[in-house]
């Protein structure tokens, strides 16, 4: 078994390459190291993730029925081997209900998508339906084995204005029991209602928003003056189509 690794060596001063400086992609030995050294290495594999939803309507042949779509990937620790698989799945072990995209048959089709409710943070894209949300938010908290279900939660920041724009609502919605554990949320600048169509299987990361700093301070001060359980922070959506393992290189 060869495990894939993300170290570099660094260059020489003389600025050419040697095999040996050369990027690091396999490590043969590693089925040889103690399961314990094995066991922490698989562990820092699994970092945390920002995992997006969203909503697709498919057509069943009685009715159109809204689901939630991903399109990215599973952890890789998920696919290694046996011994990766086990360390990962106590990481992960929220499975998202959840489909692929939408099937030439027209039919949904269900995926496994993994999750980690407290570290990967869901970020839900385009129009939230705030039924729907409740639902989603039960189906995971009733996986966690933690029981405290989603911790960190992002959504776009105009379908938080146009379903919760009013402070007494929005009040009374976030002290819900289904919210009230989350500790982190984030509003996206990102609006559109799907990824891009050139995303498959890939991972989304957070970036900061060029010029928006001021009013992000404003947004969180008045935010603090409501809600003093979670974080909140304005940012960017970025997705980087996979494999994974290819795109990040």
Same mark, same amino acid.
């Given at each position: 078994?060869?495990v894939?690794?993300?170290?570099r060596?660094?260059?020489?001063?003389?600025?050419?390459?040697t095999?040996s400086?050369?990027?690091?992609?396999?490590?043969?030995? $590693?089925?040889?190291?103690?399961?314990e050294?094995?066991?922490?290495?698989?562990?820092?594999?699994c970092?945390p993730?920002?995992?997006?939803?969203?909503?697709?309507?498919?057509?069943?042949?009685?009715?159109?029925?809204?689901?939630?779509?991903?399109?990215c990937?599973?952890?890789?620790a998920l696919?290694?081997? $046996?011994?990766?698989?086990?360390?990962?799945?106590a990481?992960?072990?929220?499975?998202l209900p959840?489909?692929r995209?939408?099937?030439?048959?027209?039919?949904?089709i269900?995926?496994d998508?993994?999750?980690?409710?407290?570290?990967?943070?869901?970020?839900?894209?385009?129009?939230?339906?705030?039924t729907r949300?409740?639902?989603?938010?039960?189906?995971?908290?009733?996986?966690?084995?933690?029981?405290?279900?989603?911790?960190?939660f992002?959504?776009?920041?105009?379908?938080?204005?146009?379903?919760?724009?009013?402070?007494a609502?929005?009040?009374?919605?976030?002290?819900?029991a289904?919210?009230?554990?989350l500790e982190?949320?984030?509003?996206?600048?990102?609006?559109?209602?799907?990824?891009?169509?050139n995303?498959?299987?890939?991972?989304?990361?957070?970036?900061?928003v060029?010029?928006?700093?001021a009013?992000?301070r404003?947004?969180?001060?008045?935010?603090?003056?409501?809600?003093?359980?979670?974080?909140?922070?304005?940012?960017?959506?970025?997705?980087?189509?996979?494999?994974?393992?290819?795109?990040?290189?």
């Open positions: 078994m060869n894939q690794v993300g170290f060596y660094l260059k020489t001063g003389s600025g050419v390459a095999d400086e050369m990027p690091l992609t396999a490590f043969a030995q $590693f089925p040889a190291l103690p399961t050294l094995r066991i922490k290495i698989w562990n820092e594999s970092h993730r920002v995992v997006e939803l969203h909503s697709q309507t498919f057509t069943d042949g009685v009715s159109e029925t809204p689901k939630w779509v991903s399109n990937s599973n952890p890789a696919s290694v081997c $046996f011994e990766s698989r086990m360390v990962a799945r990481h992960f072990s929220v499975l959840v489909f995209s939408m099937s030439k048959s027209g039919i949904p269900p995926r998508l993994y999750f980690d409710p407290a570290s990967d943070l869901l970020a839900v894209l385009g129009q939230a339906d705030f949300l409740v639902d989603l938010f039960k189906a995971v908290r009733l996986q966690d084995p933690a029981g405290r279900g989603l911790q960190r992002c959504l776009s920041m105009s379908s938080w204005t146009h379903s919760f724009h009013f402070e609502q929005t009040h009374m919605i976030w002290h819900m289904v919210f009230s554990q982190e949320l984030v509003l996206l600048m990102y609006d559109e209602q799907r990824p891009p169509a995303f498959r299987d890939g991972e989304c990361v957070l970036e900061a060029p010029g928006m700093d009013f992000s404003l947004f969180s001060a008045n935010w603090r003056q409501l809600f003093d359980s979670a974080e909140l922070r304005l940012m960017n959506l970025k997705f980087i189509p996979g494999p994974v393992s290819c795109a990040a290189a």
